[in-house]
T-cell receptor, first 112, second 113 residues
Framework: DGGITQSPKYLFRKEGQNVTLSCEQNLNHDAMYWYRQDPGQGLRLIYYSQIVNDFQKGDIAEGYSVSREKKESFPLTVTSAQKNPTAFYLC???????????FGAGSRLTVL | GENVEQHPSTLSVQEGDSAVIKCTYS??????FPWYKQELGKGPQLIIDIRSNVGEKKDQRIAVTLNKTAKHFSLHITETQPEDSAVYFC????????????FGAGTRLFVKA
């Protein structure tokens, strides 16, 4: 079945450590996205990529970094510069010219 | 830029009753309005959407209405069931691409059996 796989599902890290969240899709979608979800808030866009080897900052990119070396993969690194990294992170993808987003199951990051 | 407001933040209904969630948007260029359902521990999933050239769309027990003049759109769920309990997000975007999608803050729906 086609879909988006995020790993790990749960992640605990100490303050000051960088962490990388994995996102893999087998939908053959060109565009991929990272969103952050906090309680009582909508989904906020961190980074997006419309094509391999290209990515753009979203609304809350500070303290995060991404890469897009393969069409299928769009990993997100939460750096020590992110002041409040504890959150639920969602990866999504969309087909060319389409606005419908397909989401992964999410990764919950807790920084102790 | 676009701003989407969603109400209520929490909604509790009895099984079999109807539930209505309302959203407003600010950018008149927005022309696509999806609704996503997020179950506990899962990612959001598209349940219904509407484009600006349509005033209403139905899919079994769910329907969405759009008032372009007032910049309002609403989700209606009839004959609610316990499995409808989830967080629902409205969103608005234009034809530029998925990255322009702006989400509402979400509504947590509880359906009591």
């Amino acid at each position: 079945d086609g879909g988006i796989t995020q790993s790990p599902k749960y992640l605990f890290r100490k303050e000051g450590q960088n962490v990388t969240l994995s996102c893999e899709q087998n939908l053959n979608h060109d565009a991929m996205y990272w969103y952050r979800q906090d309680p009582g808030q909508g989904l906020r866009l961190i980074y997006y990529s419309q094509i391999v080897n290209d990515f753009q900052k979203g609304d809350i990119a500070e303290g995060y970094s991404v890469s897009r070396e393969k069409k299928e993969s769009f990993p997100l690194t939460v750096t020590s510069a992110q002041k409040n990294p504890t959150a639920f992170y969602l990866c999504a993808s969309s087909a060319p010219g389409a606005n419908v987003l397909t989401f992964g199951a999410g990764s919950r990051l807790t920084v102790l | 830029g676009e701003n989407v407001e969603q109400h209520p933040s929490t909604l509790s209904v009895q099984e079999g009753d109807s539930a209505v969630i309302k959203c407003t948007y600010s950018d008149s260029a927005s022309n696509y309005f999806p609704w996503y359902k997020q179950e506990l521990g899962k990612g959001p999933q598209l349940i219904i959407d509407i484009r600006s050239n349509v005033g209403e769309k139905k899919d079994q027990r769910i329907a969405v209405t759009l008032n372009k003049t007032a910049k309002h759109f609403s989700l209606h769920i009839t004959e609610t069931q316990p499995e409808d309990s989830a967080v629902y997000f409205c969103a608005a975007t234009d034809n530029t691409g998925g990255f322009k999608t702006i989400f509402g803050a979400g509504t947590r729906l509880f359906v009591k059996a």
